[in-house]
């Protein structure tokens, strides 16, 4: 069975990659609860300095998991990112709001406090779920073909449920990216300041590296601290309050949907969405 996430320590760096690229690297259960082993593997070794997140193949990640033969939102994964009950033998709103509580809106916060820099390393499409993935990264450096979108709204949902759109783009612009759920290609990205690095394809890598190594140069605890502080900092801004509101909103538009049309996603599945984006 192929590993939903690959793991490998080169000098100071820890390599993080999904591992679906048949899929686009599309995030299952089970390759979030893997993200989450490498994440506290990284974060306990000791020679590990820097992290870089990255996706095998074309893609860095298309999103949550909402069609492929391994999807797995239905099974029972030990959970570790809160203190929410097992969603698998619950139904409706009991269900939903517990399973993306832990494994969304609840790992993904605590991805972003890993005492450790983390690059996301982007290319190809970074869409929904995989716009969660790179955003809890503290830097990105993305290829020219990268482009990011969050196209929810077209199931009725207002953005992902790790909500942090206002806080890495400017407020219209983030309006306008989830009012139409365009692509916004990576040249864009870097211009509002979303991606540090803009890079070609086939220089990704090396950037990716050079860049990781570099921070690497800096003490360990300098590091820790001083993402913390930042983070602190986005904080006062009023980022964890804003997730918590919108994770509100972002279940109400699912439970709403289970009310008035054919699933809690609005009827929108992948080939909707994808027909819907063309």
């Not at 450096?141 to 449920?161: H, K, L, Q, W």
Request: with cysteine; hydrophobic share 45%.
């Amino acid at each position: 069975m192929q590993m939903p996430v690959l793991y490998e320590r080169r000098g100071p760096v820890a390599y993080v990659t999904m591992n679906r690229p048949r899929y686009r690297n599309a995030q299952n259960s089970a390759m979030t609860y893997a993200l989450d082993e490498a994440f506290y593997r990284a974060a306990e070794d000791s020679e590990v300095k820097v992290v870089v997140l990255a996706g095998a193949g074309e893609h860095f990640s298309a999103g949550h998991d909402i069609g492929t033969p391994e999807r797995d939102a239905h099974l029972p994964f030990n959970r570790r990112a809160g203190l929410w009950w097992d969603h698998s033998d619950k139904r409706g709103a009991e269900s939903r709001f517990a399973r993306e509580s832990e494994v969304y809106l609840g790992m993904c916060r605590r991805w972003r406090e890993l005492p450790k820099p983390v690059v996301a390393s982007v290319q190809g499409a970074c869409v929904a779920g995989g716009l969660m993935l790179a955003w809890v990264c503290d830097l990105i450096v993305a290829s020219e073909d990268a482009f990011f979108a969050d196209p929810v709204v077209r199931m009725g949902i207002p953005g992902v449920e790790y909500f942090a759109h206002p806080w890495v783009m400017p407020p219209r612009i983030a309006k306008e990216f989830l009012f139409t759920g365009d692509r916004m290609s990576a040249r864009r990205a870097y211009e509002i300041g979303m991606v540090n690095r803009l890079v070609e394809r086939r220089e990704l890598p090396s950037a990716t590296d050079e860049l990781a190594l570099r921070i690497a140069e800096m003490p360990r605890l300098g590091l820790a601290l001083t993402k913390r502080a930042v983070n602190q900092a986005e904080d006062l801004q009023g980022l964890h309050a804003g997730m918590d509101s919108v994770f509100g909103l972002h279940h109400l538009a699912h439970a709403h949907n289970a009310e008035t049309s054919a699933d809690p996603l609005g009827g929108m599945d992948v080939a909707a969405m994808k027909e819907a984006g063309v």
